[in-house]
């Protein structure tokens, strides 16, 4: 608890209670509580008697201890409140790290996409171009308001639950860009098992202007989704440490704010499980096909649709890793907290909550390593390397032996 800054007289007041406790009344002929003339005297007398008080009564002291505790307690759930001196730079750091790899990213596809113009990869560089456009802006726009309340010291744990203008458009902006990534990657998956499972009917389905119109209504599905609370559908709140904000998931939590939390996790849940069992699907037909030995130039078509497969799997564990907790947590919380059951745990859900929102973080900058890491081109590479390694380990392992039957054999010519 900080220190509370009392009156210089309160020491010598206590000083002299604990002496009048402790006193015997038989050797300092003590009668009873002092009097009103003894309370009245001097620091300086000589009488022993306790010095003069800074207030008219007990009852005024009382009540000035009263609102001195009140205060220290106030000031040390401000200061646990605030958030950490650290916050700044490692919010700077993960901001900058995810432009960088964003950018990159974004240059490997464009060129992939300038350089290939076969029509089943066509989509789905569209869609990964996408994608990663859709994180770099949604690792610049929320991080800079984030970074933003760090250096202010965040919002006061009194204003969470008054949400400005910058609040409202810091959480829609943190559900439309965590909603794009998972829809995306829903429909990248789709898009691919439909041209693996199903080629010829992909042939006449997807093309360049389709696939721009499904970019539009994924953008458009997640933008409704954030501008719900514009209709009393939901409302956002600052979250603890006052530096971010999001979906009102505890105090004071409203039937609206339960369905929209219920429709945000949902969506987000369902997106997951989606790209899953279309991936599974993807993978499962490709390896068939590689135990039937098809002819060559099948093969190497498949070539490609192993990579996207291989890219797909990558975005789905990322996401599953950084998005499943903050959209389980925000259900938990937001049913505790509208049952009133949250009481003494409230602080575990906060740093549940904060957890969930510093994983989804991750989640923009991970993905455009997946593009960066899991190519052709790289992968062979580390193919080459490894069984160079594994080569260079075998030479050195059978040479020994080698060179001892090359011995035996000229031995025995010689006999």
């Known amino acids: 608890m900080s220190r509370v800054d009392l009156?210089?007289?309160?020491?010598?007041?206590?000083?002299?209670?604990?002496?009048?406790?402790?006193?015997?009344?038989?050797?300092?002929?003590?009668?009873?509580?002092?009097?009103?003339?003894?309370?009245?005297?001097?620091?300086?007398?000589?009488?022993?008697?306790?010095?003069?008080?800074?207030?008219?009564?007990?009852?005024?002291?009382e009540g000035h201890m009263s609102l001195a505790l009140h205060?220290?307690?106030?000031?040390?759930?401000?200061?646990?409140?605030?958030?950490?001196?650290?916050?700044?730079?490692?919010?700077?750091?993960?901001?900058?790290?995810?432009?960088?790899?964003?950018?990159?990213?974004?240059?490997?596809?464009?060129?992939?996409?300038?350089?290939?113009?076969?029509?089943?990869?066509?989509?789905?560089?569209?869609?990964?171009t996408s994608l990663v456009a859709t994180d770099f802006m949604g690792h610049v726009i929320p991080g800079a308001i984030v970074l933003k309340l760090y250096l202010s010291e965040g919002v006061p744990a009194t204003q969470y639950a008054r949400p400005d203008a910058?609040?409202?458009?810091?959480?829609?902006?943190?559900?439309?860009?965590?909603?794009?990534?998972?829809?995306?990657?829903?429909?990248?998956a789709a898009e691919r098992c439909l041209g693996v499972t199903r080629p010829l009917?992909?042939?006449?389905?997807?093309?360049?202007?389709?696939?721009?119109?499904?970019?539009?209504?994924i953008w458009l599905a997640a933008l409704c989704m954030a501008l719900l609370p514009c209709f009393h559908l939901g409302s956002y709140s600052y979250q603890y440490p006052g530096t971010w904000c999001f979906i009102k998931v505890l105090e004071d939590t409203a039937e609206a704010d339960v369905a929209f939390v219920l429709l945000f996790s949902g969506l987000g849940l369902g997106s997951l499980a989606l790209a899953l069992v279309c991936n599974t699907t993807?993978?499962?037909?490709?390896?068939?096909g590689r135990m039937r030995k098809q002819r060559c130039n099948r093969q190497r078509a498949r070539s490609h649709d192993i990579e996207m497969v291989v890219q797909l799997v990558g975005i789905m564990v990322t996401s599953c890793i950084c998005w499943s907790p903050l959209l389980i947590f925000g259900l938990?919380?937001?049913?505790?907290?509208?049952?009133?059951?949250?009481?003494?745990?409230?602080?575990?859900?906060?740093?549940?909550?904060?957890?969930?929102?510093?994983?989804?973080?991750?989640?923009?900058?991970?993905?455009?390593?997946v593009y960066i890491l899991l190519r052709r081109a790289v992968l062979r590479k580390i193919y080459l390397v490894t069984k160079r390694q594994v080569d260079l380990?075998?030479?050195?392992?059978?040479?020994?032996?080698?060179?001892?039957?090359?011995?035996?054999?000229?031995?025995?010519?010689?006999?």
């Open 282 to 288: 993807s993978g499962l037909t490709l390896l068939i």
């Open 201 to 217: 009917l992909h042939a006449s389905l997807v093309s360049a202007t389709r696939t721009k119109v499904s970019l539009s209504i």
């Open 71 to 128: 205060t220290a307690n106030a000031n040390d759930n401000t200061s646990l409140d605030k958030p950490a001196v650290s916050g700044p730079i490692v919010a700077s750091l993960s901001m900058t790290l995810g432009v960088l790899s964003n950018i990159v990213a974004l240059l490997i596809l464009a060129n992939s996409y300038a350089r290939l113009r076969r029509r089943s990869k066509a989509a789905f560089l569209l869609f990964a």
């Open 393 to 415: 380990s075998s030479i050195r392992r059978w040479e020994p032996n080698s060179l001892h039957s090359a011995e035996k054999t000229t031995v025995s010519n010689h006999v």
């Open 7 to 61: 009156p210089e007289d309160f020491s010598v007041l206590e000083l002299k209670t604990q002496q009048l406790q402790h006193a015997d009344p038989l050797t300092q002929g003590f009668s009873g509580p002092p009097s009103e003339m003894e309370l009245a005297s001097p620091p300086g007398n000589s009488s022993g008697t306790v010095p003069a008080l800074p207030f008219s009564s007990l009852s005024e002291f």
């Open 332 to 369: 938990m919380s937001v049913t505790r907290s509208y049952e009133g059951s949250v009481g003494d745990d409230l602080a575990t859900y906060r740093m549940l909550m904060i957890t969930g929102v510093r994983l989804a973080s991750w989640n923009q900058i991970l993905d455009p390593w």
């Open 166 to 188: 910058l609040c409202q458009f810091l959480g829609g902006s943190m559900v439309f860009f965590g909603l794009c990534p998972l829809f995306l990657g829903c429909a990248m």
